[in-house]
């Protein structure tokens, strides 16, 4: 497979993710022709991802004031990380195209938790593999 202009868009994009999000560091990424594998690693010491908004542990300079937390270094999660790949990538890829406005990508996207390093180690294989496992996806026409 080789990545086609819209492809190196997305991958452009999250690429440059940790530059709007300290807390967040990347790992092994593949763009396929119908979908991405990821791993998006989150350092929020203390930090516990419960949906779109932190949730203090204790002692961490999270101040919970009610509906949002009040914070001395912004955290963003996961729901976050990747809304922003998909707004990113879409509107670059529309304005190539000269389709402003078009959906790119599906409404939910599946994520999983690693909790272990041989988990990461299987995870990170099975990403690097997925390209060449390509002609047996049943969704290829």
């Not at 809304?83 to 529309?94: D, Q, V, W």
Request: proline share 6%; charged share 20%.
């Amino acid at each position: 497979m080789y990545m086609n202009e819209y492809g190196l868009i997305v991958q452009q994009c999250w690429d440059d993710l940790p530059n709007h999000y300290p807390n967040l560091r990347l790992d092994e990424f593949v763009v396929m022709p119908n979908h991405i594998h990821g791993i998006m690693i989150i350092d929020n010491v203390g930090i516990v991802e419960t949906g779109l908004k932190p949730v203090s542990t204790g002692g961490d300079g999270i101040v919970e004031t009610g509906l949002k937390p009040v914070s001395t270094t912004r955290n963003h999660g996961l729901f976050e990380f990747v809304r922003a790949l998909k707004t990113f990538s879409s509107r670059k890829i529309n304005e190539v195209r000269g389709t402003v406005g078009h959906p790119i990508w599906q409404t939910r996207f599946w994520d999983r938790i690693i909790r272990d390093e041989q988990a990461l180690h299987q995870i990170r294989i099975y990403i690097r593999n997925n390209p060449q496992a390509w002609k047996h996806d049943p969704l290829v026409i």
